[in-house]
C-alpha cells in the first residue's frame, strides 16, 4: 500500500503500549493544552496543526473567558508542546480591508501547493464555512464564505482532485444540529462551490454515528482510496457522545465510499474526554502522518476542554476499515 504524505521524521511519536489491542493508543502524556492556556482563553480543543518551517504551525480554536470561540495561531517544535499566540488571527479581504469574524471554530489546515488554507465555522445570519489563506501564519486573507447557512465542518482534500478544489462539509441548524450527513462541493477558484453531493449518512446500524457524522482532519490519499477519518455522534439519556471511525473514498471521485468501518476507532473513554465542558466528547480535526513510516499522529478535541493526541499507522487503519466494512451509507436524507 503506497501512502501520498511527505516524510514527516520529526513527527510527535510513542510506540504501541505493550498489550494494547486497539487501531489507536492515546499519548500518555495526554492532555497536551490545559485549561486556561493563555490570558484572553479558558479552553483550547478542536484544532489544527501542519508541519511549519523546522517544526510545525498550528490555528487552535480558543474559547475566550466570554466563552465566544476565536482562532489563535500556534507555533511548536515538537508538535506537542505548543506556543499560542495572545491575540486571534486578524483577517483581512482580498483588497486589504479588515474582514473580522464574529466567531471562528473548528478549523482545519491544509497546506495546497505553496498556501496554507484555513477552513473554519464562523457566521453570517447563522453558521456556515469560513475561508482563510495564508502563507506565513502572520498574514491571514479571509475568502468569501464557500456556503450559505447553515453548514459546518468544511474540510478540503490536500489537492485539486480533476482540476478542482474538492471540500467536505455538512449541512446542518442554527442550534446544534440533531441530523448530518456529509456532502462534497467543488471548486475552480475557492471562492465558487458547487456540483455539490452527498458522499454519506448517519448510519442506523451502528448506533455510535446514528445521528450525525462529520469529515474530520484533512484526508490522507493512499493508493488504497482517500482516507478520511470522521466524527460520529449518537445521542444518550444525558445528551451527545461524539466518537470517531473512519471511511475510503474513491480517488478520482471522493463522492463514492468504498469502505465505512462499522466500529469507531476512538471513543470518550479517559477523564479528561469523558469530563469537561461538554463531557464525552472525541473530535478529530488534524493529523500528522509519515510518508515514509505510515505514522500518524492525530489531534483531536477532548470534552471542549483540551487537545489531545493519538497514534497509530495509516496502514494499520486501512485494513482495519476494509477489514470491517459496513455496506450501509446511511440514510437517504430527505423522506
Ligand atoms: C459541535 C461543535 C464542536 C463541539 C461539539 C461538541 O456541534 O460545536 O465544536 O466539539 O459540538 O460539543
Redesign the pocket.
Known amino acids: 500500500m503506497k501512502i501520498y504524505c511527505e516524510e514527516l521524521s520529526n513527527m510527535p511519536w510513542e510506540d504501541r503500549p505493550k498489550g494494547h489491542d486497539g487501531v489507536l493508543w492515546r499519548y500518555s502524556k495526554n492532555p497536551i493544552t490545559k485549561r486556561n492556556p493563555i490570558k484572553k482563553g479558558a479552553r483550547v480543543?478542536?484544532s489544527a496543526v501542519v508541519p511549519f518551517s523546522e517544526g510545525f504551525a498550528g490555528v487552535f480554536?480558543v474559547d475566550h473567558k466570554n466563552t465566544r470561540p476565536f482562532l489563535h495561531v500556534g507555533y511548536s517544535k515538537d508538535g506537542i508542546n505548543w506556543q499560542i499566540e495572545e491575540e486571534p488571527i486578524q483577517w483581512f479581504d482580498q483588497s486589504g480591508n479588515p474582514f473580522p469574524v464574529g466567531y471562528a471554530?473548528?478549523p482545519r489546515v491544509v497546506r495546497i501547493e505553496d498556501s496554507y488554507y484555513v477552513t473554519f465555522?464562523t457566521d453570517d445570519h447563522g453558521p456556515t464555512i469560513g475561508v482563510g489563506v495564508t502563507k506565513d501564519f502572520k498574514h491571514f486573507t479571509r475568502l468569501p464564505n464557500a456556503f450559505v447557512p447553515c453548514n459546518?465542518n468544511g474540510v478540503l482534500f490536500p489537492r485539486k482532485i480533476n482540476g478542482k478544489y474538492v471540500m467536505l462539509n455538512r449541512p446542518s441548524d442554527m442550534g446544534?444540529?440533531p441530523f448530518g450527513d456529509i456532502f462534497l462541493s467543488e471548486s475552480f477558484d475557492m471562492i465558487h462551490w458547487g456540483n455539490h453531493r452527498w458522499v454519506m449518512g448517519r448510519n442506523n446500524r451502528n448506533w455510535w454515528e446514528n445521528l450525525k457524522i462529520g469529515a474530520g482532519p484533512v484526508p490522507i490519499e493512499t493508493s488504497e482510496g482517500w482516507l478520511l477519518i470522521y466524527h460520529g455522534v449518537t445521542l444518550t439519556c444525558n445528551g451527545?457522545v461524539?466518537s470517531f471511525g473512519a471511511a475510503l473514498l474513491d480517488l478520482e471521485d471522493p463522492s463514492k465510499v468504498l469502505y465505512r468501518s462499522k466500529y469507531y476507532l476512538l471513543t470518550p473513554e479517559e477523564e479528561y474526554e469523558v469530563c469537561g465542558f461538554?463531557p464525552n466528547?472525541v473530535?478529530p480535526c488534524a493529523a500528522l502522518c509519515d510518508g515514509k513510516t505510515g505514522r500518524i499522529a492525530i489531534y483531536y478535541?477532548a470534552a471542549?476542554t483540551y487537545v489531545a493526541v493519538a497514534f497509530g499507522y495509516v496502514q494499520e487503519i486501512v485494513e482495519f476499515v476494509k477489514e470491517n466494512s459496513d455496506s450501509n451509507r446511511g440514510e437517504e436524507p430527505c423522506r
Do not use: P
Request: aromatic share 32%.
Open positions: 480543543f478542536n480554536r471554530y473548528d465555522c459546518r446544534h444540529t451527545y461524539y461538554v466528547v473530535f478535541g471542549d
